[in-house]
């Protein structure tokens, strides 16, 4: 690592027992002692990388003058310590690497120059899709067909480990990237060389905030910047507001992590806190066990903080001998935190810039739902809930099937199911009645529909639960809530319940350590008796691999058209990502998925409806089944040790026979196979100059999506299944894919083919050009009348008119996962600027990462507003200023429409630091990395 020019003299020695360790002393900086945690990390980043150039004497100053109430407008360079990925991300990552030791190479330049120059470590977890469920042989069957779908893409990734130093991959069926990195390769303290500092990290996903929990800084990053990273770009930030959130008081009996974070993720996200730093403190952050910090620091972008961190302290030093860390890196986190007070005071009440407060007590049981993760439901509500939103859901035919006119509670009149209320699969059977997904039709839409699946008959109507799924990094790395669903399975075996037949259930553990303390627990017989068997190890349902739903009961809700739910213990549930046949999805604890698979429908209250009767014929409630505190921290207590994480992560990076046998590339730059669907060789450095071309203004530009609030990276690059006749579909037709290999488009974003155009191709998509068609469409003004067309096939055919184009959004666009490819694909659109009421912060940077400018609405107004109907060609001036070495607060826009009438508004430039503005000037990022390394070639 380089040395810092030291000019506050802060290099100096910690002993710890008999080693000896440099460290840049944050007491040599006057006013780094009042900082919240946060700010002293990167005020200890900003000392050690001190080079007088990108970071200053007069940046150091700056952080340690922060004034909390000021409106964050100092810019410094944020260099994180290492980069972690997962393989969606991560492979368009290392083929944007490869494809820069090609320009390299053309540009006369040596490939070696391109290495990560920090640790890179990706985690093979993506992949995995739940297609077998149910049985003992799912696990084996999943993970065989995912290296076959997958050869391509880990044949690639083994061909990086060998090319590139400094990079690392834990291969498939190991575990979710944030649980193995909070369990095995995070640092908390790193020791380079004698050189002791914090662990700081970035990751090409939105959750890498998980880490936040052990006290570690980092975030989601777009795969872009996180390249540049990689390559010793630092990153560049204004030094952020921060949140402190106090906690006090303690979590009450039944109430679980997953209710804790859901009550945090609603209160942040109402008070606001995007582009800030939230900061845990007070005596309750003591009571929270390390898994349920990083529950929390996990749900970050949720909430939509840059970062949710817990300071240092004993339970940190707790949890990382937990999992296996050695005595020497123990000692040396307690000694340097100690020494550089970034070890919690519980009584200590720092400065912050804003405040929210939470007493643990008031917590009570809540899901969320049913399409994003801050709209939380407190249980003992939720079925009242669900038929209010029910109607949202339902077209008419379905409505038409109850009597009576609706009002915002139901129907008016009664419409009664021939089923009992809540009688589950077991009872029904015994009693030989067809099992019935319809608690009750009174007081909701209805239209059910009778199905045969394995042998049985079964009814299914609105608010059935289609996919019940343990999985995510979010809980699974929980073992409070992880061992709780297994004493309520437990406890529900015993009674003779089990979940409905139509359910499809999964349990995809975040590591292998989970395996091994629920069977230490001896807890999967009974986990198994409700069909939650072992699936895979990895981001699944939460991802959109839920994988397809059994054919028949897939035929009956398209048939009747219903409003199926899927219940998971993710952090995601936005429209159209868990599953094509579901429309309403709800995050809640592994305990309570477990419940609702036992329940079979949305529409159950917990507290009065009957789960089903035990085998004495009596009524048996939620209540009857949930296990104590007590026993969950006594089954924890002797079943979790030391030695499992020992031995789950003793040849971590090793992998199984298929990852060892794979026939693996080898030179220093790829070689590309021009037949390959899976990686291709990026684009974006075709034909480029040394120098970069001057920024221009956009004239002419036609609206190729017009979009409302809360647009997702998800709608923009959805990672689902690749629908057939899609122009990603027709792409894979042509070059002789069968349709059962399509895999998915997180799958497949090594190729820019696909990925291009598969984006804005997520089927709820909404282009307001169009009247009430979901999905990738728009209308193409290349042609008379503009008719409804494919955005991709729209796009190609404005690219060959030269016709530039823009997309309009409203307020949120580009929130969700740190998704590159929304970003990129937009580039290769054709789109040269996304004008917006707000954006999200990863998705804007991403967006100028790429070279499209980010424009904002003045405050209060949208396109609708202003009287945009998309219609309109759009001129955009004042983008050329940025050639000028300076960026406009404001841009001109121009929206003329058919009959000549001009709309005229200054959009805010969202270009906010000098080293953004750079990375534009450059046509992104990677482009301006390029050019930088041969110039100091």
Not at 657 to 679: A, C, H, M, V
Not at 838 to 857: A, K, Y
């Amino acid at each position: 690592m380089t040395s810092s020019i030291n000019s506050f003299d802060a290099k100096g020695t910690l002993e710890v027992g008999d080693k000896s360790y440099e460290i840049y002393r944050l007491s040599a900086v006057p006013g780094m002692e009042k900082l919240p945690y946060s700010l002293k990390v990167l005020g200890e980043n900003l000392l050690r990388n001190e080079d007088g150039a990108n970071i200053t004497r007069e940046h150091i100053e700056a952080i340690a003058n922060w004034d909390p109430s000021a409106e964050p407008s100092i810019e410094i360079q944020f260099t994180p310590a290492r980069v972690i990925m997962q393989d969606f991300t991560g492979v368009a990552c290392i083929v944007d690497l490869a494809t820069i030791r090609d320009a390299v190479v053309a540009l006369g330049g040596d490939a070696d120059q391109v290495n990560p120059l920090n640790p890179a470590e990706m985690v093979i977890d993506h992949s995995v899709i739940i297609e077998n469920f149910g049985d003992e042989n799912a696990l084996e069957a999943n993970v065989a067909i995912e290296y076959q779908r997958n050869d391509e893409r880990y044949k690639f990734l083994r061909w990086g480990t060998g090319a590139f130093s400094n990079f690392r991959v834990v291969p498939p069926g190991t575990g979710i990237v944030h649980q193995v990195n909070i369990e095995y390769l995070a640092r908390s303290v790193f020791d380079n060389d004698g050189v002791a500092y914090p662990d700081t990290c970035v990751g090409t996903d939105s959750h890498t905030t998980m880490e936040n929990g052990l006290g570690i800084l980092g975030w989601g990053v777009g795969g872009i910047e996180a390249e540049a990273a990689m390559l010793g770009q630092p990153i560049s930030m204004l030094i952020p507001r921060v949140v402190g959130f106090k906690l006090h008081g303690e979590i009450q009996p039944g109430v679980t992590a997953t209710d804790v974070v859901l009550t945090i993720t609603d209160m942040l996200r109402q008070h606001g806190v995007v582009g800030k730093f939230v900061e845990f403190y007070g005596a309750g952050v003591a009571e929270l066990p390390l898994a349920n910090r990083a529950t929390i620091g996990n749900m970050s972008p949720e909430f939509g903080s840059t970062a949710a961190i817990f300071p240092i302290d004993e339970e940190t030093v707790k949890y990382l001998e937990l999992t296996g860390r050695d005595q020497e890196t123990l000692d040396r986190v307690e000694a340097y935190a100690k020494e550089q007070g970034m070890w919690l005071d519980p009584a200590a009440e720092p400065e912050y810039s804003e405040y929210l407060e939470l007493d643990l007590s008031t917590v009570v049981p809540s899901i969320a739902g049913p399409k994003r993760p801050q709209d939380r439901i407190e249980l003992s509500d939720s079925k009242a809930q669900f038929r209010k939103d029910l109607h949202n859901y339902v077209d008419g035919s379905a409505a038409d099937s109850t009597s009576g006119e609706f009002d915002a509670e139901g129907p008016a009149t009664e419409n009664t199911s021939s089923a009992d209320a809540g009688t589950p699969a077991s009872a029904a059977d015994a009693k030989g009645n067809i099992p019935s997904a319809a608690a009750s039709a009174e007081g909701r839409p209805s239209n059910p529909i009778v199905v045969e699946y394995n042998g049985k008959k079964m009814e299914l109507d609105h608010g059935m639960v289609a996919i019940a799924s343990i999985t995510s990094c979010t809980n699974t790395s929980n073992p409070s809530v992880m061992i709780g669903a297994g004493l309520l399975a437990r406890k529900a075996a015993e009674k003779g319940l089990t979940a409905a037949p139509w359910v499809k259930t999964s349990m995809a553990p975040g590591s292998q350590v989970v395996n091994g303390y629920y069977e230490k627990a001896g807890l999967w017989k009974d986990l198994e008796a409700m069909g939650f068997y072992l699936v895979g190890y990895g981001c699944t349902t939460c991802i959109g691999n839920s994988g397809p739903l059994p054919e028949e009961i897939s035929a009956g809700i398209n048939e009747a058209d219903l409003s199926a739910t899927a219940v998971l213990s993710g952090n995601r549930n936005f429209e159209g990502r868990i599953n094509p046949d579901v429309k309403m999805n709800y995050l809640a604890s592994p305990i309570l998925v477990i419940a609702y698979a036992i329940a079979g429908t949305m529409d159950f209250d917990f507290e009065t409806d009957s789960l089903g009767k035990d085998k004495d014929g009596n009524d048996v409630y939620l209540k009857d089944i949930w296990p104590s505190t007590e026993e969950i921290e006594e089954t924890i207590a002797s079943s979790i040790t030391k030695e499992l994480y020992e031995a789950d992560y003793a040849d971590v990076f090793k992998g199984d026979e298929r990852w060892q046998n794979l026939q693996t590339p080898t030179g220093k730059t790829f070689d590309w196979d021009e037949k390959s669907t899976y990686i291709r060789r990026a684009p974006y450095f075709d034909g480029m100059s040394k120098d970069p071309q001057p920024v221009s203004d956009v004239k002419g530009a036609r609206v190729l999506a017009l979009l409302g609030d809360s647009v997702t990276t998800d709608h923009i690059s959805p990672a689902s299944t690749i629908k057939p006749g899609t122009p990603a579909a027709q792409y894979l037709d042509a070059n002789g894919v069968e349709r059962k290999d399509y895999n998915s488009l997180g799958a497949r974003r090594g190729n820019h083919e696909v990925m291009v155009r598969g984006t804005f191709a997520n089927i709820r998509l909404q282009n307001q050009l169009l009247d009430g068609v979901s999905g990738g469409y728009t209308r193409d003004f290349t042609q008379e009348g503009g008719p409804q067309s494919y955005i991709y096939d729209a796009a190609m055919n404005y690219k060959e008119q030269n016709t530039p184009l823009v997309v309009l959004g409203g307020k949120e666009y580009g929130t969700g996962s740190s998704r590159d490819w929304a970003a990129k694909g937009t580039l290769l659109l054709g789109v040269k600027a996304v004008i917006a009421e707000s954006f999200e912060r990863i998705h804007r940077s991403n967006l100028i990462g790429m070279g499209v400018v980010p424009l904002q609405f003045p405050e209060g107004e949208s396109w609708k507003s202003l009287g945009i109907d998309g219609t309109e060609t759009f001129d955009i001036t004042g983008i050329e200023e940025l050639n000028n070495g300076t960026t406009p607060k404001t841009i001109k826009v121009v929206a003329t429409k058919e009959n000549g009438e001009k709309i005229e508004f200054d959009a805010v430039t969202r270009i906010d630091t000098p080293g953004e503005a750079d990375y534009y000037r450059h046509g992104g990022i990677l482009q301006f990395v390029l050019r930088n390394m041969m110039a100091a070639k």
